[in-house]
């Protein structure tokens, strides 16, 4: 007989968040033979998901310490209960690379340290993403006062440097990060403004990504900005007309303010869609405490003293966080949501953003993610059994798979096409 599993790990299930997200699935025809090659009839198959292939992601700026040998608590957590919550809904964890911070003194990067980091993520079977390559904040003290053909020597030295070093380890990279005000930026003296104000926004991507390139062909590179106006839109253009290859668009999501609504957000995504490439969510967060105040324009301008997760706070985050995941999930041009922190604790501008709080016990928003992740859009361990030919087609959440008959497990993986598995017992 023919099994099919359903997004609840039920056989033949036929649900409506199934057909919401039916792009997600895909078919595999597993047939089971004996050592001969002759079809094993009535046999029973275990078919369990081991790996999502859409990207859930969040940053793992917290582990940097833990994967060290630091085991210092983060906020009053327990790493490595943290650590586990992260790992149990994630598949990628983005590290990061401001030069800056990376590299404060020259020539004294901190590869080891991060490189370790990409190899504990790894190690735990999540992908790891780079951010940023190319940003006009967070930069070197020691490029101010250089001149801008030197600045510009050293920015793609610095390139080629950290994606050939963390090749793979770190595949997916930012390569250039808010570029729409990069020449105009004002805050403070940096190397990068200036050089980005001299060469203009298209050249500043093309060399980022020529350097990245070249350094790892293999990588997934991304332009990414927070400013979705069509101002976004033109750049886009420009650098596409100019040759740029782009493997993704990023876009920011920070929704400090309040929820933009599925409305709102899915017809920002339809705008940006239109250009035929994947689409990143890169930096999604959700308040579970006080909104900011909506007249505020540069969400780094509103600092208060303490900014207090609260119930009524948490309930909202929780419908607004499965309400966000459930639209972008369901739009077939968005392969990648990356969630910006796991905790309170150290949040972006300390603000209640987390799905754990300082104390490492899960807000409701981190279980109504862990519910999609890991069962609604999950197949978990399901016995199925062979028809006359020693088939069996399973239908699932696209990722990948076990199947175990008899004691012996074969590793497979459920795509945009149909798969065909022989297991031989």
Known sequence: MHGVVGMHGAVGSEGAPQHAVAHRTGTAVLTVVDRHGEPLRDAEVTVEQTRHAFTFGNIGFDFIGLANGEREPIGTADPDHLADLFTDVFTTATLPLYWGTFEPEPGRPATDRLRRTAAWFRDRGLDVKGHPLVWHTVQPDWLLGRPLDEVERLLRERIRREVGTFDGLVDTWDAINEVVIMPVFDNGPNAITPL??????????????EEARAANPRATLLLNDFDLSSAYECLIEGVLEAGVQLDAIGLQTHMHQG???????????DRFARYGLPLHLTETSLVSGELMPADVVDLNDHRVDSWPSTPEGEAR??????????????HPAVEAITYWGITDAGAWLGAPIGLVRADGTPKPSYEALRRLVKDEWWTPPTVLRTDDRGQVRTTGFRGAYRATVRGTATDFSIGRQSTEVTLTT
């Open 259 to 269: 929820y933009w609504g599925e409305e709102t957000m899915l017809a920002m995504v």
């Open 317 to 330: 985050q929780a419908d607004e966080l499965e309400r966000h995941y459930r639209s972008l999930v369901g």
């Open 196 to 209: 980005a104000r001299a060469k203009g926004r298209i050249p500043m991507i093309r060399s980022a990504f």
